[in-house]
T-cell receptor, first 114, second 114 residues
Framework: AQKVTQAQTEISVVEKEDVTLDCVYE???????LFWYKQPPSGELVFLIR??????QNEISGRYSWNFQKSTSSFNFTITASQVVDSAVYFC???????????FGAGTTVTVRA | DSGVTQTPKHLITATGQRVTLRCSPR?????VYWYQQSLDQGLQFLIQ???????AKGNILERFSAQQFPDLHSELNLSSLELGDSVLYFC?????????????FGPGTRLTVL
């Protein structure tokens, strides 16, 4: 069974601060896929990134960056110079090679104050 | 906008009733997934269809059923509704059935059972 743990329930920062969201996963699969989704106050789930288990390169997309470390089973997400529009719930998710579903963490609520 | 549409956005009904939630996947996507989101259980996978065939089942109650039609839209039928069914239901779609695919989510249907 796949398991995703997002230990941080809520994070509150002031605009322009950096914020890092932790994601730790458990799986017995050797091939698996990790995802991050954003759920803004409007409620829809927005896909942010997918990472394959065999690709440990970190990725940067604008103010967003992801740090994948297989040795610690972590896939952390950093928002640099946060903005009020970054306020949302962020979910980390995992699927194994033979899964058809996403297993989601509980989510981390990020509040960015002006 | 993910390209996945869900109707209705909100649905209010009474206990014991039956409702149908509708989902249209992104153009070109063959796979449809249903999830529910609640405060206590988080995001939970219900069922997946690929090109009209049921592909995987999660924690879907026997009172719930789904199908995917030849035009690839999907419907989730919820019957004998209980107060506890009052949660947010998401539909997602992906290109094919593989676990490596990004799943793109619709805006959700919020069900309220009175």
């Amino acid at each position: 069974a796949q398991k995703v743990t997002q230990a941080q329930t809520e994070i509150s920062v002031v605009e322009k601060e950096d914020v890092t969201l932790d994601c730790v996963y458990e799986t017995r699969d050797t091939t698996y896929y990790l995802f991050w989704y954003k759920q803004p106050p409007s409620g829809e789930l927005v896909f942010l990134i997918r990472r394959n288990s065999f690709d440990e390169q970190n990725e940067i997309s604008g103010r967003y960056s992801w740090n994948f470390q297989k040795s610690t089973s972590s896939f952390n997400f950093t928002i640099t110079a946060s903005q009020v529009v970054d306020s949302a719930v962020y979910f980390c998710a995992l699927s194994g090679l033979n899964d058809y579903k996403l297993s989601f963490g509980a989510g981390t609520t990020v509040t960015v104050r002006a | 906008d993910s390209g996945v549409t869900q109707t209705p956005k909100h649905l209010i009904t009474a206990t014991g009733q039956r409702v149908t939630l509708r989902c249209s996947p992104r153009s070109g996507d063959l796979s449809v997934y249903w999830y529910q989101q609640s405060l206590d259980q988080g995001l939970q996978f219900l069922i997946q269809y690929y090109n009209g065939e049921e592909r995987a089942k999660g924690n879907i109650l026997e009172r719930f059923s789904a199908q995917q039609f030849p035009d690839l839209h999907s419907e989730l039928n919820l019957s004998s509704l209980e107060l506890g069914d009052s949660v947010l239901y998401f539909c997602a779609s992906s290109v094919d059935w593989g676990s490596y695919n990004e799943q793109f989510f619709g805006p959700g249907t919020r069900l309220t059972v009175l």
